[in-house]
């Protein structure tokens, strides 16, 4: 090194330089396409075949879906729905009708029709509750009490038999709101319950672990079909004469259960996850068992793993449909029911795309506000 | 530096109680025992550095006298209490001995402020008012004070050790330990957290150091203690062990860590 130089970087002033922008060859979508779409001629003769076939399928999928597509059809003399006109588009045009004449049904299941407008309060303050608790300015104590009431008013939205409105039985219930009430109790009792297990699973007493390991792996190890059909019918015949417990909670009772096992795998991953200094770092300044994980190890931990949280309750969320193997009338049940009817039978695409739309808005909707709540929640991690 | 801590002119009592006595401790890790028969008592506002050879057990040492680690064999007696499996005791214990960490441990999802109040709120019951004064004048002398809403991921290393042990003293602790609290530190921000250490020094805080800074072991150490697979090889005022080493193994132990430096 000449010793002339002094490697002093911060005293010497940088030279002005004019910044040049890249040219348009290298940037921008042209050159994008031209990297990645059309670098050579296989990858142009790929990129154009698979660009028809797209184009193709695309145009046929929306003569199908809106342009040859029947909306409604004639009521007939018997005062049936005329599906004629559905079958002879079959194949050409979708019969939306069915959806349209079948909507509520499909919503509400057998739910007494003049009542409807019950159910569907309950789903809209289910939406509602969804909604105020993804806020993060909503997170204090009062959320709580904001949940017992929201629960109190679907309870009795859906019973009735006070203020005017007829009493209807739990096996009269069905569609949205069934699939709404078993996902929402399932998880918000199973998350807590997941998060003793993780927190027992790793615990000094010997007993308390070893019912935790217990649980989950008795839990884990068995399809939830089969705890639903335990749950169903099994339990029942443990129970005393004339005693009854709903089959919606025992239901209920089994989702939580499940999904409490698997959540209480993916918390225990994050508790693992944390560096062992911190819990070293709590336990040096004092502070107790419950402060230290409160504060420190499962704010961190739960962070860490929102990932496959919101990976499981999604997955909780669909699975609550297999309650229709238990005569359950969830969302999918109403909808394989409605398309029973002779008059619609063979419209099964139709409605199935529908609930499937529904299923994917509420999963959607929980994969966005995850996605968001993980760069909110891990901005200390950014320099 | 001195005087962002307010001095006190004495340093060691030795007439009091021993803050720390250590008599014949054992432990083991599995098979390797790692510490054998450590007797040491530390006098209130005594500075003790530990040093050695790594592997020799000194982090050990000072983490079993916050119980971070549990010994197998021995009595380990902290402000007049022994440490046993009463979590009571050991409560009062911890409320007592800060530590710093070479690894800093700060809480990453809390900010500066917070890092420092929660302790005292939570284990002393201090109001957040009160609390919050009191890390601000923590803060104030460890030159940080502008930091205070930062989240630990945005300051450099040597600010992130500074906030530590301003962590600690929140507690008002009696006995500080500082387990190789400049080990994972640039060069440049050494010295930093060294004169935050020697202004605390200052103040007749009682300190037990591992360290390898000598430096800092000659200009606060009362007494310098050397251990070597697990055991004290030798025990001294710093003048007495880095100019006359009576042992082997120390004399090898500084002709090396001299070589380092």
Known sequence: MPSDTTLTPATIP??????????????????????????????????????????????????????????????NATNQPDTSACRAARGVGACWAVVTEKHRFILFGTYPFEEHWRPALACVIFVALYIVSAMRRFWRK??????????????????????????????????????????????????????????????RMPAIKAICVLYVELIRGVPLISLLFMASVMFPLFLPEGMNIDKLLRAQIAIILFAGAYLAEVVRAGLQALPKGQYEAADALGLSYWNKTGFIILPQALRMVIPPLVNTFIGFFKDTSLVLIIGIFDLLTAGKTAIVEPAWQGFGVEVYITIGLIYFVFCFAMSKYSQGLETELNQHRRR | MSAAFETVASAARLDAPPAISMDRVN??????????????????????????????????LI???????????????????????????LDAIRREVGMVFQSFNLFPHL??????????????????????????????????????????????????????????????????????????????????????????????????????????????????????????????????????PQTERLQLFLSQILRGH
């Open chain 1, 14 to 75: 940088a030279p002005p330089v004019e910044s040049r922008r890249a040219p348009i060859s290298v940037v921008g979508p042209v050159a994008w396409m031209r990297a990645n779409l059309f670098s050579g001629w296989l990858s142009t003769a790929i990129t154009l075949a698979l660009g028809y076939l797209i184009i193709t399928r695309l145009i046929s999928f929306v003569d199908w879906a809106f342009i040859n597509a029947i909306w409604s059809v004639p009521v």
């Open chain 1, 142 to 203: 009062e959320l709580a009490l904001i949940w017992i009431a929201a629960l109190t008013a679907i309870g009795v939205l859906m019973w009735g038999g006070v203020l005017g409105m007829p009493f209807v039985p739990q096996e009269r219930w069905g569609g949205l709101p069934i699939t709404l009430i078993l996902s929402t109790f399932g998880l918000a009792f199973a998350f807590p319950l997941a998060i003793m297990v993780a927190l027992g699973r790793r615990s």
């Open chain 2, 27 to 60: 432990k083991w890790f599995g098979a390797l025992h790692v510490l054998r028969d450590v007797s040491l008592d530390v006098a209130l506002g005594e500075r003790v550095v530990v040093c050695g050879p790594s592997g020799s057990g000194k982090s050990t």
């Open chain 2, 63 to 89: 983490r079993c006298i916050n119980r971070l680690e549990t010994h197998q064999e021995g009595h380990i007696l902290v402000d007049g209490i022994e440490l046993t499996d009463d979590v009571r005791a």
């Open chain 2, 111 to 244: 900010t500066v402020l917070e890092n420092c109040t929660l302790a005292p709120i939570w284990v002393r019951r201090m109001p957040k008012r009160e609390a919050e004064e009191l890390a601000m004048e923590y803060l104030n002398k460890v030159k940080i004070p502008e930091q205070a809403k930062k989240y630990p991921g945005q300051l450099s290393g040597g600010q992130q050790q500074r906030v530590a042990i301003a962590r600690a003293l929140c507690m008002k602790p009696k006995i500080m330990l500082f387990d190789e609290p400049t080990s994972a530190l640039d060069p440049e921000m050494i010295k930093e957290v060294l004169d935050t250490m020697v202004a605390l020094a200052d103040t007749g805080m009682t300190m037990i150091c591992v360290t390898h800074e000598m430096g800092f072991a000659r200009q606060v150490a009362d007494r310098v203690v050397f251990m070597d697979r697990g055991e004290i090889v030798e025990l001294g005022t710093p003048d007495q062990m880095f100019n006359s």
